[in-house]
């Protein structure tokens, strides 16, 4: 009853901002506003969520800083964990009400790879932010097999070619070439994995025995959580890693490697990081997922606003976020990524929160994820093709997202135009470092177009 009366009351308040002088138009609509974000009963307030330490964990910490969160009657605490998998495992276990979370895991933990469980993703958090960076001596060997530009600079994107003769060089003198990725259903495996294969660099096969994922590989890929990849680069460990900000630039920092590509380069604004609840949390507490996803989407514009960047990065810089140096942070943040040290180029889009509908659950981003699984045999058997659109949506909740933007929209929030009009697939695209077509509606053609991985 009380929700209804809400309801009725904003109805009101509407009828009365459309009848009314400028000044009462404007308390009116105010007050509808208010009473708009007043309609949503939060079954549960008070909320634990969970990140890693990395710069895409942003819209968490804005949507808690600038009060996003508690405009929605949402008390929230924020703490950082120590991995991805305790993540999933917290996340699922029901320790941590939701999380920033890689794309792969709710998507594995539907589709059979690892812990299985009912995982759903109302809120993606960003587009691009990740990069590889090779050690110093891998740099000095690969360099000379880079194309120059007119101002004798390297010419970007860097293919995985200009590697290819330095890992048989190792393999030569009796060393394995191995590289770091954070998980092994991370953005991150696939895109070092795709951008080795996009130059006939094979990085290994997973069976359903074999969960390695090194079968066959010229290259050895581990995981190495995120902050502790450049130590572990120093330290010889491994040459190479595919990891998300500020670890690349860190690297930079301490002058132990060189970044050589971004993941905006191997994928044009891909999809990275989501957000992920159960689905029985959802269930259960239907109003709070949509309370949160709202929190979450003002969060992501506000930090698409340029001016917005340097208040991001000092948010960011807290210990109980990222903990990273301001400098580290604004190399990629504020608009630029350095390369080799001194070679800092302009990248606005290297993190995107809001733009491109970067917020928005498409089922195609989630689908390419399904793609890679099998293709390096995460997934053992062949699907048919309906099994991938089954299995995402079951996953991606754009109704959510939907719900929550509608709402932005009355309440003045976001624009109507920043909704998408979509059936949840994006066009097909060739915005990839080897200019392979990409269509989510085919998936089976797309997996079989590769001269590296299964075929089905």
């Not at 998300?244 to 630039?249: A, C, F, K, L, M």
């Not at 990629?332 to 995107?352: A, C, Q, Y």
Request: proline letters at 7%.
């Amino acid at each position: 009853m009380k929700t209804i009366f809400k309801k009725t009351a904003f109805l009101l308040l509407l009828v009365l901002a459309a009848s009314c002088g400028d000044k009462t138009k404007k308390a009116a609509t105010e007050a509808a506003t208010e009473a708009a974000a007043a309609t949503l009963e939060i079954e549960k307030p008070q909320l634990t969520f969970g990140f890693i330490k990395l710069t895409d964990m942003a819209p968490l910490a804005i949507a808690k800083e600038k009060g996003f969160f508690e405009e929605e009657g949402l008390f929230v605490s924020v703490e950082a964990q120590s991995n991805w998998k305790n993540i999933l495992d917290r996340v699922i276990d029901g320790q941590l009400d939701g999380s920033h979370m890689l794309a792969g895991q709710p998507i594995a933990a539907g589709a059979g790879f690892g812990r299985q469980a009912e995982l759903v993703t109302p809120f993606s958090m960003d587009l691009n932010g990740n990069g590889i960076t090779v050690s110093n001596d891998v740099w000095s060997k690969m360099k000379p097999n880079v194309p120059k530009g007119a101002d004798g600079k390297p010419v970007h994107p860097i293919k995985a070619d200009a590697l290819k003769p330095v890992i048989t060089e190792y393999k030569n003198s009796g060393k394995a070439f191995k590289m770091g990725m954070v998980f092994p259903v991370s953005t991150h495996n696939y895109e070092i994995r795709y951008w080795l294969a996009a130059a006939g660099i094979h990085p290994g096969m997973y069976t359903k025995d074999n969960v390695q994922g090194q079968i066959d590989a010229e290259v050895l890929l581990s995981v190495t959580p995120p902050p502790q990849m450049p130590a572990t680069l120093e330290a010889g460990t491994i040459y190479g890693y595919c990891v998300g900000e500020p670890w690349n630039q860190q690297a930079v920092f301490k002058g132990i490697g060189v970044p050589v590509t971004t993941n905006y380069d191997i994928w044009k604004n891909n999809p990275e990081k989501v957000f992920v609840m159960t689905k029985k949390f959802v269930e259960e507490n239907p109003n709070t997922a949509i309370a949160v996803t709202k929190a979450l989407i003002r969060a992501g514009k506000w930090l698409d606003e340029p001016a917005n960047r340097p208040e991001a990065v000092k948010i960011l810089s807290m210990s109980q976020y990222v903990g990273a140096d301001e400098a580290v942070l604004a190399n990629s943040m504020t608009g630029t990524f350095e390369f080799e040290k001194g070679d800092k180029r302009e990248m606005p889009d290297f993190n995107v929160f809001y733009k491109y509908n970067a917020t928005y659950p498409f089922y195609s981003d989630g689908t390419w994820f399904l793609t890679q699984m099998r293709r390096w045999g995460q997934i053992p058997d062949a699907k048919p093709v309906e099994w991938y659109a089954n299995t995402i949506k079951d996953i991606y909740r754009p109704d959510i997202w939907e719900k929550a933007a509608k709402i932005l929209v009355t309440e003045g929030h976001i624009p109507a135009a920043d909704i998408p009009d979509t059936d949840g697939y994006k066009p097909a695209t060739t915005d990839f470092i080897d200019g392979t077509k990409y269509d989510a509606k085919d998936p089976i053609g797309y997996i079989n177009s590769f001269s590296i991985g299964n075929k089905d």
